[in-house]
């Protein structure tokens, strides 16, 4: 049983470019949440996608977006590189019958950004 | 809504005993507990629910207490593998944010033989 998966692994951007990372969810799973996770830190909540569907949204700007596909796997955007966008990026996925249950999301490797 | 960790970090002999706590100022539905390692994915320890449920690791026990919005994990005769940096995720009671977890900085555990 595939966990999560997330390509590419690792990303190389200049300032001002766009990126789209992408991510496949676990198997039986239709709920994806994107998190960014800067050095030493913790991940932060970027937006979670159900039904494709942005259900909910974390505090990043616009420049942030993404897309769910019908086979529940999900794309993140992001435009207009900022030097303060490189992190490393979260995907995790979740089943929404377990939302009010304990949603135990199960996390992707990540995508390692730089922005040079 | 970010929940406070501590200890920041903590330095073990194989076999003794680690406690990693975890504080909210905000009611909470649940908390989870992660531990990554360098370069690899949270993994999934134990989720402990308002109401006294727990799901998790047979091996790691942790206690939430809805009262003070805290929890604790409770790491016993750790072994050199519990290296990492362990985080502690919270769920708000509020209906519309269910399914956000709103993550700690961290508490890296160093486990030496």
């Known amino acids: 049983d595939a966990g999560v998966t997330q390509s590419p692994t690792h990303l190389i951007k200049t300032r001002g470019q766009q990126v789209t990372l992408r991510c496949s969810p676990k198997?039986?799973?239709?709920?994806v949440s994107w998190y960014q996770q800067a050095l030493g830190q913790g991940p932060q909540f970027i937006f979670q996608?159900?039904?494709?569907?942005?259900?909910q949204r974390g505090n990043f700007p616009d420049r942030f977006s993404g897309h769910q596909f019908p086979n529940y796997s999900s794309e993140l955007n992001v435009n207009a590189l900022l030097l303060g966008d490189s992190a490393l990026y979260l995907c995790?996925?979740?089943?929404?019958?377990?939302?009010?249950?304990?949603?135990?999301?199960?996390f992707g490797a990540g995508t390692r950004l730089s922005v040079l | 809504q970010q929940p406070v960790q501590s200890p920041q970090a903590v330095i073990l002999r194989e076999g003794e005993d680690a406690v990693i706590n975890c504080s909210s100022s905000?009611?909470?539905?649940?908390v989870h507990w992660y531990r990554q390692k360098h370069g690899e994915a949270p993994v999934f320890l134990m989720i402990?629910?308002?109401?006294?449920e727990q799901k998790g690791h047979e091996k790691i026990s942790a206690s939430f207490n809805e009262k003070k919005q805290q929890s604790s994990l409770y790491l016993t005769a750790s072994q050199l593998s519990y290296s990492g940096t362990y985080f502690c995720?919270?769920?708000?009671?509020?209906?519309?944010?269910?399914?956000?977890?709103?993550f700690g900085r961290g508490t890296q555990l160093t486990v030496w033989p």
């Open positions: 995720g919270t769920e708000s009671e509020r209906g519309s944010t269910l399914g956000r977890l709103y």
């Open positions: 905000k009611a909470l539905y649940s």
């Open positions: 996608y159900y039904e494709e569907e942005e259900r």
């Open positions: 402990l629910l308002k109401g006294g």
């Open positions: 198997s039986g799973h239709d709920t």
């Open positions: 995790a996925s979740s089943t929404d019958r377990g939302r009010l249950r304990g949603n135990i999301q199960y």
